[in-house]
């Protein structure tokens, strides 16, 4: 290696003799040659003066590798003004293998340290190479020839690398002891699906959860997906749980370590406890490996990766390994067996208006969420160690408490209490009776109906025969080149280099494969994410964009799908005039997405209420282009307002002058009723943070609350059992968020709700009266539909009716720009249709708060008792 | 290498264990902490005897009570130059990860004979020479050792079959 003169010196320095010759052998810290500086230094001259004076010094430069001298870069005399490198010294071991702090060639200590350490020596082997040993890490040039072999090896063998997670996405892991109790009885209705789940020990994995039994779910089809996959990948194991629990499941996935060998990487070597990191199996290049995963953001939506949909046997489980990893993204999963379980029910017994309910897809819009900077905060927070230690324990109170809670038993009850529930109505029998008939068709928590890795496997065989047409097709043009070229045995040596740069890159095939998916969408998400989320980095985003979709922030006439997570939003009216854009669920794009094909969205289209239904424009009318570039309709402006799903700022103001600008001199589709609704808006707008709301949403909760609740219980009566756990769940989910909001807006809401209690009492305070004659003087169209809307004939109600009821008096004159304003509710033909206006989502925050208070009968009328209590 | 090394060790005992039998309790006690253990110089093999167990001193402010125990024990000390016998845990490219008892020893690539070389595609993999000679998770191996680190509670080391008489027993 060449000796490089460390920065630290005085330069300029002048060799003055060689002390070496080349063929000589050195010693560490064994001086090579004498050099001169100069520097300025502090004298005193004898008489207590002190002076600065230029002086030069002889010193020695000193080796720090040991070896043989092989050549000198410089000679005597020669003046050196910066750091070069001065000789070369043929080391016998470049340490490029180390072992625990030692050579594992030399057995040398390379933790040494002397005053000539420049840099230590167990810096060159920096890349930790082996799946289950972090005390091994090999150099740079080691780790790349141990790669090319490995590279070398796959070509001939015609495989690729895949790095497979385990929780939730092979398998399905708890450690709820329920389980163990329904693996044992017989009569429970789960136990049929829990015949194929292992369970095992895990002695000594930390303290406090000893001896801990886990119940290890395969998912559908694994044995035959890993056998099958196994011919044309080398697979391995990358989990965040730890060694032990990686073993385990290895013995059970792969008793006799065929398929994956001891390629198994855990938590305990993976170096980071918050991201999995491509690097530590592949540190040199990774154009031959693929991931599955059921996370994308712990791979950081790595180009390799094959985001496969979690398997969530165990429901309400989740990960349990994944304490240490940034909170997911819970877009709500419609397919959940329950909730289409409860859906198919709720239709079959309620005849619910179809609308709600596409193909098993309960339209809810419920996400957990989580901002994202929350998500960098526990990304970055990784190397923290107080963190890390919290988080160690946050895992062992999850698994604690799941072995305590067993949220499995309590999610049974809760569906054998429905069952009970709806039995008993519409049973005269005794309650004995009943029971045993309810235990008879008791509803099975568990489903087993996962088809997941069938789909998988395609994928990674496409992924493969793409791979490997790629590189064939590479080859055979560069063998025909070079035999013409060459000619003769000579290549035969260079074939294999020429082999490995002729290997395509994973990162470049199979984005391509994807981006035929869903190349040439341009789709506009309404709904589908939570307010103030990024709407361009969630992760959804983040996936339909690995397949090519483009997402844009508002419908244009490029839109071509607008994927709702709910009905009746304001980008659902807009989406409707234009013909060519097919407004689908949230569920086209997850289905799409999975099963890596543009689905027909005919079953997934969202039946559009037809008060929702725009005047059509044709793409090249004059208006069509209006509202594309300049959004001069009040439907864009509103729009603007409401939707604010990740606009950027700098656009909004834009928008803003535009709108306004247009606004004042345009005369285009700006009447009076229109003029009012903008007014409207305004005031809304800008008295957002005080009472403004309450005009709005106040006086009609007040009268929508005594049909409401009646509708409620009347359905809990006799729908079957599963659509009533599907409201709790709703109800939970919502005083979920509920929770997740500020305090401030909760408390504001009640006080509203107080004023509104005063003002139809007839008494109340000034404020709320001064709220009540705002409302009537703004909306006195609502009140029609008010009152058609709570009239006798509203039987029919759905989950979503109570916030569809208070829909229809909370929204603000919803117009659409050329449909007649409020007109639009006071035309609906069909009251019990639920006639879900969300003109914006701010709104539903607010509607899903109050109709969880509405709910929660006892805390809302305490709440409202003592509100009224302090006011007076 | 083994040694015969006396030494002496601290245990202190809370007052429940005061009694006829506290002897006994107290070389359990001993066994338990000192058997296995690794100092980082060396590994506690065995406690042979008791040279002698101290009085019980009681500490003051706490009530329990000190007892300094002399004792014999086997130790055993790998050198470098020392030829051992281990067992192979696992085997990579890189090289051929072994367990000479508590000391895990680790042979680099090049420190093995050229004629035996990685085979990967065999399950499990190993490494050989295509002849006899095969070596995969669970041979047994005679190697010497090249390097010893020691570390807080482990040690580490390298060592080589690239010897005569060295290699799969």
Not at chain 1, 371 to 384: C, K, R
Not at chain 1, 533 to 552: R, Y
Request: net charge negative; hydrophobic share 35%; with cysteine.
């Amino acid at each position: 290696m060449f000796l490089r003169l460390p920065a630290s010196l005085h330069y300029p320095i002048t060799v003055t003799s060689l002390l070496k010759q080349p063929g000589d052998p050195v010693q560490r810290d064994e001086a090579l040659f004498w050099y001169v500086y100069q520097t300025i230094v502090t004298e005193g001259d004898g008489l207590g003066n002190k002076v600065e004076v230029k002086r030069s010094f002889p010193t020695k430069f000193e080796s720090t590798v040991d070896g043989e001298i092989v050549r000198w870069n410089v000679t005597k005399g020669d003046v050196i003004d910066e750091p070069v490198d001065v000789v070369e010294i043929d080391e016998p071991c470049a340490h490029e293998v180390q072992f625990g702090g030692l050579c594992a060639e030399c057995g040398k200590d390379m933790t040494e340290a002397t005053y000539n350490t420049e840099v230590m020596d167990s810096m060159r082997a920096p890349i930790k190479m082996v799946h289950d040993n972090t005390t091994l890490t090999v150099s740079e040039r080691e780790a790349t020839r141990v790669e090319e072999d490995a590279k070398r090896r796959l070509l001939a063998s015609r495989k690729l690398s895949l790095v497979v997670d385990l929780d939730q996405t092979i398998i399905h892991a708890t450690v709820d002891p329920t389980v163990g109790e329904w693996m044992e009885d017989k009569d429970n209705p789960n136990h049929q699906y829990l015949n194929d789940v292992r369970a095992f020990q895990l002695v000594d994995d930390g303290p406090g959860m000893r001896g801990c039994w886990y119940y290890i779910k395969l998912r559908p089809g694994l044995q035959q997906f890993l056998e099958n996959v196994a011919k044309i990948y080398e697979l391995h194991i990358y989990t965040m749980g730890t060694r032990a629990y990686a073993q385990s499941i290895a013995n059970i996935v792969d008793p006799d370590r065929t398929l994956f060998g001891d390629r198994i990487l855990s938590r305990d070597e993976s170096g980071s406890l918050t991201a999995k990191n491509l690097q530590r199996l592949f540190p040199v290049d990774t154009k031959m490996v693929v991931i599955i995963d059921d996370r994308g953001d712990v791979w950081r939506w790595n180009p390799n990766l094959i985001k496969v949909s979690p398997y969530d046997f165990f429901v309400g489980i989740g990960d349990i390994n994944s304490s240490f990893l940034p909170k997911k993204q819970e877009l709500e999963n419609p397919n959940k067996p329950i909730a289409a379980k409860a859906a198919a029910a709720a239709a079959a017994t309620d005849n619910t208006p179809p609308e709600h309910h596409v193909n098993g897809t309960t339209i809810k819009p419920e996400l957990g969420g989580i901002s994202a900077l929350e998500q960098l905060v526990t990304m970055g927070g990784g190397d923290n160690p107080r963190l890390l230690q919290e988080q160690a324990t946050a895992q062992e109170e999850t698994i604690m408490h799941q072995v305590e809670d067993r949220p499995l038993l309590q999610k049974q009850k809760e569906l054998d209490a429905e069952d009970e529930a709806a039995d008993r109505p519409d049973s005269s029998q005794s309650v004995d009776e009943s029971q045993d008939l309810s235990r008879q068709h008791r509803h099975h928590l568990l489903e087993d109906n996962d088809r997941e890795l069938y789909l998988l496997q395609e994928r990674l065989q496409q992924v493969h025969r793409n791979f490997y047409e790629e590189y064939d097709r590479k080859r055979s043009r560069s063998l025909g080149g070079r035999v013409a070229a060459l000619r003769g045995e000579k290549t035969q040596v260079k074939e294999k280099d020429v082999d490995l740069k002729l290997v395509p890159d994973v990162k470049d095939v199979m984005p391509q494969i994807k981006r035929q998916v869903l190349g040439g969408v341009v789709m506009v998400f309404s709904g589908v994410l939570p307010l103030g989320t990024d709407m361009q980095n969630a992760d959804i985003s983040l996936w339909a964009k690995s397949f090519g979709a483009v997402l844009a922030p508002k419908i244009t006439s490029r839109t071509t799908h607008l994927v709702a997570g709910r009905n009746r939003t304001a980008k659902v009216r807009e989406a409707t005039r234009y013909l060519k854009i097919k407004i689908v669920t949230t569920q086209w794009l997850v289905d799409s997405l999975t099963q890596w094909k543009r689905l027909d969205e005919t079953p997934y289209l969202l039946p559009v209420h037809p008060d929702d239904r725009g005047e059509p424009i044709s793409p090249d009318s004059k208006e069509a282009a209006e509202s594309a570039w300049l959004s001069t309709t009040d439907d864009e402006t509103k729009e603007f307002w409401t939707e604010d799903e990740g606009e950027g700022m700098s656009e909004s103001t834009n928008e803003i002058f535009k709108s306004t600008g247009l606004t004042e001199v345009s005369p285009i589709g700006y009447d009076a009723d229109q003029q009012a609704a903008v007014h409207e808006e305004l005031k809304e707008f800008l008295g957002s943070d005080d009472e403004s709301e309450s005009e709005t949403e106040a006086p009609g909760s007040e009268q929508q609350q005594p049909p409401v609740t009646p509708s409620k219980k009347r359905k809990r009566g006799d729908t079957d059992e599963e659509g009533d756990e599907e409201d709790q769940d709703q109800d939970q989910d919502i005083v979920e968020e509920k929770d997740q909001l500020s305090t401030v807006p909760t408390g504001g809401e009640g006080g509203e709700k107080t004023s509104d209690a005063h003002a139809s009492a007839g008494g109340g305070s000034r404020l709320a009266q001064r709220i009540r004659r705002s409302y009537e003087r703004s909306t006195s169209l609502k009140e029609v539909a008010t009152a058609s809307s709570s009239s006798p004939g509203r039987t029919t109600t759905t989950i979503t009716t109570p916030s569809s009821a208070m829909d229809v008096t909370d929204t603000p004159t919803p117009d659409d720009g050329d449909g007649g304003g409020g007109g639009d509710d006071e035309e609906r033909p069909d009251p019990g249709a639920a006639s879900v206006t969300y003109p914006e989502d701010e709104d539903d925050e607010l509607e899903r708060e109050m109709l969880a208070a509405l709910e929660d009968g006892d805390y809302d009328e305490m709440a409202e008792g003592k509100i009224a209590a302090e006011n007076g | 290498m083994f040694f015969l090394k006396e030494e002496t060790k601290v245990i202190s005992l809370h007052p429940s264990y005061f009694g006829p039998s506290v002897r006994e309790y107290l070389i359990n006690r001993l066994n338990e902490e000192e058997e296995g253990r690794c100092t980082g110089d060396h590994f506690v093999i065995c406690v042979m005897d008791m040279v002698d167990i101290g009085e019980g001193r009681v500490i003051p402010g706490s009530g329990a009570a000190e007892y300094t125990i002399k004792y014999r024990a086997i130790i055993w000390k790998p050198f470098r130059g020392e030829t051992v016998d281990a067992i192979v845990t696992s085997v990579k490219p890189t090289g051929i990860f072994t367990l000479a008892g508590p000391l895990s020893v680790f042979i680099a690539r090049k420190n093995i004979p050229s004629d035996i070389k990685w085979e990967p595609n065999t399950v499990p993999p190993q490494y050989t020479d295509h002849a006899d000679q095969v070596i995969e998770k669970g041979t047994s191996l005679r190697l010497k050792i090249l390097g010893v680190k020691p570390d807080v509670a482990a040690i580490n080391a390298i060592g080589t079959i690239k010897e005569d008489y060295l290699g799969p027993l």
